[in-house]
Structures are given as C-alpha cells and as structure tokens.
C-alpha cells in the first residue's frame, strides 16, 4: 500500500533553516510529480510546492518563493523540502502528498510539525 | 483571481442532502478537485475530474460543476461524513490553490 512518512520538523527559530524529508513506498515514485502542502494550526491548507516525476518542473506558493527548494532523490525514493529564512507564518503541519494529475493529491502523509518562534 | 471561496459551514440533518460549494474564476477552465479532512487527521480525496471517485469513497458523494462555481454533495449524510470539505484547482500559473474550508456538522 501507499505509503508517504515525513520527517525532520521542529522547533526553530526565526531566520533558522530547516529540510524536511519524505520516505515514499508502495508505488513506483518516479512515475509522479509530488507535492508539499501545508496547514497552519487551525487554518486552510496551503499548496507550499510542486516537482514533476523527473525533477524537470517546480512550482512554488508566493509565500515561500525564493526561502522554500524542493527536490527529490528517484533513487532512494524520497522527497526534500529545504527551508531558509523561516518566518513565524511559516508554522504549520506539513504534507508530503502523492498527486495522480499534478494538482489534485490522492495520497497524504501524516504531516510533521514545524514550529518557527523565538 | 486564483482564489477560491467556500462556505465556512454548514450542517445537514442526519439522512438528508447537503451540497457544499466553492466559487473561483479558475474553476471556468479547470475542475475541482474535493477534499474531506476529520481533526487530527490527513485531508482524503472524495472527489477528482468531472465527478470521479476514488476506490474506496461511498457513491453518496458526487461532484458538478457550472460557470465558475464547482459542487460536492453528500446525498444521503452520515455521522462519519462529519468534517471539513476543501476544494482545490490549479491557478493560472499552474500552481495548486484550496477553497477557503467548509465545515461540515451532521445534525
């Protein structure tokens, strides 16, 4: 089965860098574009960014254009969020998600917490 | 604008039907895509395309669309159906947007 396992928030403080990690399994993770996806504590949720299947295209939120990077590793099956210059606004569960037509997810993961404050 | 807006709740009596909205002018190009997400838990994929379901999604969910507004309706409302509804299209630089939330209280 789908599986999509994040790791690597936290707490930080402002202007601090953090790099979140996906471990994908179950699926042939080359075959898809993956997303980061976020949603700050009782609020929305906000697409942060995208990748296509073979690192060729990403896309990113305003907010985090220019801070956020994201990659992945088709070998090791594993997705990467790099995030610099973190802001208070920038506190949310993040979801590493599985996207069958680019925008529209079909699997989640469970989220990991990143906490910016001083 | 690449917003997209929804309702912020609505309740449905137990058995009867609900039909929850998102509006946006990406929505005239693109279908919505409709998300159900219970406290604590990861958002799930109700409804993708033109009105698809995903393996394992009741048929009491269905999705429309017209002009610049898409539809989810829940026909039929459970107790378990009881959480917030997002949509989500793309905005016109390609990027993924989410309707504004809606949530969902089975009297």
């Known amino acids: 089965q789908v599986q999509l396992v994040e790791s690597g928030g936290g707490l930080v403080k402002p202007g601090g860098s953090l790099r979140l990690s996906c471990a994908a399994s179950?699926?042939?993770?080359?075959?898809?574009?993956m997303s980061w996806i976020r949603q700050a504590p009782g609020k929305g949720l906000e697409w942060v960014s995208y990748?296509?299947?073979?690192?060729?295209?990403?896309n990113y939120a305003d907010s985090v254009k220019g801070r956020f990077t994201i990659s992945r590793d088709n070998a090791k099956n594993s997705l990467y969020l790099q995030m610099n210059s973190l802001r208070a606004e920038d506190t949310a569960v993040y979801y590493c998600?599985?996207?069958?037509?680019?925008?529209?997810?079909?699997?989640w993961g469970q989220g990991t917490l990143v906490t910016v404050s001083s | 604008s690449s917003e997209l807006t929804q309702d912020p709740a609505v309740s449905v009596a137990l058995g009867q039907t609900v039909r929850i909205t998102c509006q946006g002018d990406?929505?005239?190009?693109?279908?919505a895509s409709w998300y159900q997400q219970k406290p604590g838990q990861a958002p799930v994929l109700v409804i993708y395309?033109?009105?698809n379901r995903p393996s394992g999604i009741p048929d009491r969910f269905s999705g429309s669309s017209s002009g610049n507004t898409a539809s989810l309706t829940i026909t039929g409302a459970q107790a378990e159906d009881e959480a917030d509804y997002y949509c989500?299209?793309?905005?016109?630089?390609?990027?993924?947007?989410f309707g504004t939330g809606t949530k969902v209280t089975v009297l």
């Open positions: 989500n299209s793309r905005d016109s630089s390609g990027m993924g947007v």
């Open positions: 179950g699926f042939t993770f080359s075959d898809y574009y």
């Open positions: 990406s929505l005239r190009s693109y279908y």
């Open positions: 395309g033109k009105n």
């Open positions: 998600a599985r996207a069958s037509m680019i925008v529209v997810v079909d699997y």
């Open positions: 990748i296509s299947s073979s690192s060729s295209y990403t």
